[in-house]
Nanobody, 115 residues
Framework: QVQLVESGGGLVQPGGSLRLSCAAS????????MGWYRRGPGNERELVAI???????NYADSVKGRFTISRDNAKNTVSLQMDSLKPEDTSVYFC?????????WGKGTLVTVSS
């Protein structure tokens, strides 16, 4: 059974940093895209950052220059380094992966940015 397990969420002060990690377990092949979404103000999931197996990245405008996504193709892991965090970054962050055209989601990890 394929699972995506996130770690690294928590409470941080504005201006601080957190690193989220996600590991895929179970049999997955041809993982093209891996990335992170977060719950938006209308409870929808909004893209934060995504990275392809070839290393191409795409970021939401709101996080460009502050967040950095990376992945290890051999280990099927993806990480999100979040710097200069703002209160509006507070949300539940979900790991995402597409394997052989099938999307998978993690259960989410809470990031709270507050003083």
């Amino acid at each position: 059974q394929v699972q995506l397990v996130e770690s690294g969420g928590g409470l941080v002060q504005p201006g601080g940093s957190l690193r989220l990690s996600c590991a895929a377990s179970g049999w997955m092949s041809n993982i093209y895209g891996m990335g992170w979404y977060r719950r938006g103000p209308g409870n929808e999931r909004e893209l934060v950052a995504i990275i392809t197996s070839g290393g191409r990245t795409n970021y939401a405008d709101s996080v460009k220059g502050r967040f950095t996504i990376s992945r290890d193709n051999a280990k099927n892991t993806v990480s999100l380094q979040m710097d200069s965090l703002k209160p509006e970054d507070t949300s539940v962050y979900f790991c995402y992966a597409v394997s052989s055209g099938v999307p998978y989601w993690g259960k989410g990890t809470l990031v709270t940015v507050s003083s």
